[in-house]
Each structure stands twice: as C-alpha cells, then as structure tokens.
C-alpha cells in the first residue's frame, strides 16, 4: 500500500536539502519516494497542504518514571544534588505499576509533542521493582513509540560516599549480571529496531569505578552503547576532584568510556580542551536545556562542542527536573537557550530541529530514522499552523520554533498513525492521566507515612 503524504505546506528534510514540493511516498512502513511531481503510482493520499512536515523528533534522554513526582514541595527551588537527596527517598517507593503508568504517561506525552523515538534512562532498582527495565519495554512497546531502554544502575551509596540512599543501589555484580540478561533478551541490533538497549550507570557521584568499567567491557562484548551523565554541575567537579582526585573527563577516560560508543547527557562544564578530547573521541553529548535552567546546572556550549566534533542531540531530561515531557518545546528552549551563546545566524530554527532528529539520531547510532529521506522509516510529524499563536507567520517552518508549537496534530511511527487530529489512537488520554494521578498521589503518601 503506498501513501502519498500530498503537497505539503513545508517539509523539514535537512538544512541544506530542497524540500520535495509534492510529498513524500510511503510504503510498508518506509520513506520510498521524494516528490517533487506527482507520483506515477498510489493507492491513498493524505492532504498535507496545510501541515507541516517534520522527522519524528528523537528524545535522547529522559527518566519516564520522574513523570510521577514533578513540582515536589520538598525539591523545587534546588540545584541538582538537594534537589536528588529530596527525591531518592520518594523514588524508592516505586512500584511496578507505578513504572507502567509513568512509561505509559511518558511514551503519550513525547508522541502528542511529535516526538517518535524515545531513550529513557531507568536506575531505580528496588527490593519492590527488581525488573522495571522489562516493564518499561513491554509497556512502550505497547504505546507504539520506538524506545531505546537505558539499562540503568547505582551502586555507590551513601554509606559508600555516594549520594543515593541504600535502598536504591545494588551491588555491582548483581548489574552486571541482570545487565547481560537483559540486553540478550531485548535489544534488537536490525534496522527498523522498535526497542534497543543501552548501558546506563547514572553518574560518577553514585555510581563505583568498578562498575563503570565492567560495563564498558560488557558494552564492547554485546555490541550496546553507553550512556551516563556527566558534567551536569559544578558540584560533580567538586565531588570528582574530591573523591578521584580528577575531573569528570580524566575519570570517564580512566573508566574505558572515551568512544564513539558513549553519549553523555548534559555535557555543561567542559574546558576547551576536554571539548577537543571528547570531539577526537568521537561522543555524542545530550543537550537538555529546560531541566539545565530549571536546577540552574549551567550552559552547555553546544557550538563549541560540535565544532570539536561532538555529535549533539536533544533530551527532555526528567519530568521532575524539566516538569514536562515536549519534544517540540525542547527545540525551542534549545534555540533560545543556545542563542546566549553564538549569534543567532549560527543557531537557527533549522539548526535546532537538525539537533533534534538527525543529531539524536546520530547519538544513538540510527541510520534508519532521524530524517525524510528515502529508505527510512516512516517515522514523521505533522504540525497545523491554525492558531492564533501562529497567525500572520511567513516562514512556516521557522514559526513551528519561534512561535512555540507543542502539540502534533498527527503522529506516524513506522508507517502506524499513533496520533491523528490530536488524540492518541491506542492510548485513552484522560483515563491514563488519571490513573497516573492516582499513582503519584499514592507514591508520595507511601513515601511521607
Ligand atoms: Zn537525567
């Protein structure tokens, strides 16, 4: 069956590239024609005159289960470190529902944005949750969002030195272990890949050396990438010189972490030369501007990164740190924020959505998705401009950035529409919204009895 996506108001397919004026040609599931005259074969067509056309947006970083304790009393108004000793005791409390309802919660939110493809980064394991990580793909699976599952872990307390509490880390043989597990029941390395798996130990403040290294190895063996956080602030620096006596990029590079294989998520207190070391390595760094405002973290240097060769992308970060989960409105925050930092001919509408659809894809290692272009999956987006916000735009493109559009009015993933004239076609919005209600409401009591 071929779908003529027909005569599109604007198509997104790169910044240099000319759009194809006629639309795109869809079949089973795959981009397999650029128009730029009507095709000679179809079977349906589908009016776009009057949407824009993007990739599926790609979130390269998130925590879906965070969904559950946004706008917390006891963690607004705090930089990173209160802000996570605040919230580790509330975590701990998870259950398995409540992974279900927050993935389920997240996978909606990130395809009403226009985002088909979505990295989340799990490392809450308790006596309570043993496996969330096989929830979360069973249940994104059933959203019909592409995930890649970051297989999360902690392992250095506070009895230890770390900052999380004990009841949310494990010991490192028991990761290791469930890690190999895991990716040898889940991850599919074929194009067209519905779920993926990386490796995720969460931060050198909670993390041991140990394990950041075993699981390099690990990463090498099953052919995964790795992901952590790194650089987010000021007190990591601290705590790295502190407890290594080095910087975060001295410890990641002792840890075996220095390859193309590695993105990192924030990226922020980088000097020139570490920006030049990471650019030789060939990372990819997640750049999350809302959660990076909303702790204050500080500025990642995108440009400067990219010029060393750091392949860059977008996240949403966590729920409760970034309070929401719009891909679309990442790209904004992403363009405004970055415009403090290189001029604006230099960081354009174009530029930003590039970050988020080619460069996600980029930093997970997808060929097959990330763009409009023949051969890849039919993974897109469709904005309306019929709105006030919108009203009297001439470039309908850059209006999609500058005047702030959230919210897809149709969303395709493989071909499958997963949104159409705004609403979820699997999921039931206003049930999922309040059971997800529900759940945070019991989370945080179970947590302050
Ligand atoms: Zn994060």
Known sequence: MKI?????????????EQPPKRGILIEDGVICELLYAEPDQFDAT??????????????????????????VRSAINRPLFPWLEALYPIWAHLREEDIRLSTELAAAELLLSGCTTAV?????????????FS??????????????ICRGSMSLSQKDGGLPPDSVVQLDDDVLQESEAFIRKWHDPKPGAMTQVALAPCSPFSVSKQLMLDTANLARREQVLLHTHL???EDENTFCLTRYGQRPLDYLEEVDWLRATTWLAHGIHFDQAEIERLGRAGLGVSHCPTSNMILGSGLCPVSDLEKAGVRIGLGVDGSASADSSNMMQEVRQ????QRLHAPPEAI?????????????????????????????????????????????AEDPLSALVLSGAYRAKHVMVAGDWLVTDYQLTRLDEHALRNAHNEAAKRLLSRAFC
């Open 334 to 337: 992403a363009l405004l924020l």
């Open 348 to 392: 354009t509408p174009e530029r930003a959505l590039t970050w988020a659809t080619k460069g996600g894809a980029a930093l997970i290692h997808r060929d097959d998705i990330g763009a409009i272009a023949i051969g890849r999956q039919a993974d897109l987006a469709f904005f309306s401009l019929d709105e006030l916000r919108f009203s009297g």
């Open 120 to 132: 989340d980064h799990h490392y809450i394991v308790s006596q309570e949750v043993p496996d969330p």
């Open 135 to 148: 929830i979360q793909v069973e249940t994104a699976h059933s959203t019909g969002i592409r995930a890649i």
């Open 231 to 233: 650089a987010e602030t």
């Open 46 to 71: 589908m009016d776009a005159s009057n949407l824009v056309v993007l990739p599926g947006l790609i979130n390269t970083h998130h925590h879906f289960y965070q969904t559950l304790t946004r706008s």
């Open 4 to 16: 003529w996506i027909k005569d599109p108001l604007a198509v997104f397919v790169g910044e240099h």
